[in-house]
């Protein structure tokens, strides 16, 4: 009974395709790390007010008045919109394993509109024609787009004998939709362990294996290294297309959308990876100076990624190519701790002890010990400054009078004496 149990469970993996088990695998170990679905912003927001900016660099052209904002559906929904010349992509390339999942509710014109994978940095904007041999956009990586009912792969390749600045070749296979399936649907990508899986609506639609990574191409104007070989499979592992030179770059993977005189509507975006990628985030949070103003601050920015980076395998650790930017900032610190201690100690101790000791002693003692001693409130407030006057006057009068009683007396004798004769 086991064993037909057990059966019966394999029977149905296999029918939903036992490739979604490896998806699922990767996914189990992601992380989330961003997502907006725009519902608590108000129509006609430009996305630099959205969380976007957080993640993605959102470029709009002014030629043809080119806009990214919010808008919204007629039953209430909100949802991102992209116009005529814009770019969306990770600020960032991911590292390791990662998925990109959006809703695309409106994707204009056949090659004009797309999502792009794996792509390296490059010189001109994504929604820039590669202009060989046909017209499309997005001068590298995986190129997914939307015709009627189909999904485009086009996986772009290297071309040194390409008569136009791109020097690519494009390299299109269609697959049919899934029975029923209209806009909106939901686009997921998944991208691990050396396989790019592309779902719609949870249906496996195609798979792109990639090797050989640390190639490099001298006219193209993208920077970086590429893996050197790419093959592309159907749902069912038929091979559809084998690829020398694929523009898919192996540094780290710039994931986002594109229009080139068309409009896209998406919604419900979200970016899940690896903890490395996680940590390689951290550090990038570190500024590039430290100083006495922000040293609290890139002391927790540091803690954190330090303690993001500690908590990564062994083996993961080497995804995080910036980590270098972390011990450079962690040794700024110490720098600057001890600077901190060394330089105030000197001012700190002169300008108590010169300025405040003068001040208050000099200037209080003097009058508050004089007033009272000299000039008593009593005696002004009671009236007895006249009694003082009153004394030192009596004895002035008391010798008057004396001197005119000595005279009086003189006078008396003398006229006693005039009248004895």
Not at 17 to 36: C, K, N, Q
Not at 350 to 365: F, G, I, L, Q
Not at 375 to 384: I, L, R, V
């Amino acid at each position: 009974m086991i064993k037909k149990l057990l059966a019966l469970l394999l029977a149905l993996c296999l029918m939903s395709g036992g490739l979604t088990l490896v998806a699922l695998a990767a996914d189990g170990d992601l992380i989330l790390i961003f997502e907006e679905n725009f519902e608590e912003y108000q129509k006609d927001v430009n996305v630099s007010s959205t969380l976007m900016p957080n993640f993605f660099v959102c470029d709009a052209n002014s030629i043809g008045d080119g806009i990214i904002h919010v808008q919204e559906a007629t039953d209430g929904n909100l949802y991102l919109k992209s116009h005529v010349f814009t770019q969306i992509y990770s600020a960032t390339p991911i590292v390791g394993a990662y998925e990109l999942s959006l809703d695309i509710f409106v994707a204009q014109g056949t090659k004009q509109t797309g999502v792009f994978i794996r792509a390296p940095k490059t010189n001109a904007a994504y929604y820039e024609a590669d202009q060989y041999p046909e017209t499309s956009v997005c001068q590298a990586g995986l190129f997914l787009y939307t015709r009627g009912d189909k999904l485009g792969v086009n996986v772009k390749t290297y071309d040194a004998t390409a008569d136009k600045n791109a020097f690519l070749q494009n390299n299109t296979v269609e697959f049919p939709l899934p029975a029923g399936t209209a806009h909106p649907y939901t686009l997921r990508v998944v991208d691990a362990n050396n396989e790019i899986q592309i779902y719609v609506n949870g249906t496996l639609m195609c798979r792109v294996t990639y090797a050989d990574p640390g190639k490099t191409y001298a006219k193209h104007e993208s920077t970086g290294k590429f893996y050197g070989s790419a093959k592309l499979f159907d749902a069912q592992g038929n091979e559809k297309g084998s690829y020398t030179d694929p523009l898919l770059s192996s540094d780290g993977s710039y994931v986002g959308w594109t229009t080139r005189v068309a409009d896209m509507v998406v919604d419900n975006i979200s970016v899940k990876a690896e903890a490395a990628y996680q940590a390689l985030l951290a550090i990038n949070k570190l500024p590039s100076k430290v100083t006495e103003k922000n040293i609290e601050d890139v002391k927790e920015l540091a803690a954190t990624a330090r303690e993001l980076y500690d908590a990564l395998p062994e083996d993961k650790k080497a995804l995080v190519i910036n980590f270098g930017k972390l011990t450079k900032a962690e040794d700024a610190i110490v720098e600057v701790e001890a600077s901190l201690t060394e330089a105030p100690t000197e001012p700190v101790t002169e300008v108590p002890t010169d300025a405040p000791t003068e001040a208050p002693t000099d200037a209080p003692t003097e009058p508050v010990t004089e007033a009272p001693t000299e000039e008593p409130a009593s005696e002004s407030q009671t009236g007895d400054e006249p009694e003082v006057r009153i004394i030192d006057d009596s004895l002035f009068i008391w010798i008057l009078i004396a001197v005119m009683i000595v005279a009086v007396l003189g006078a008396a004798a003398y006229i006693t004496v005039e009248t004895r004769k």
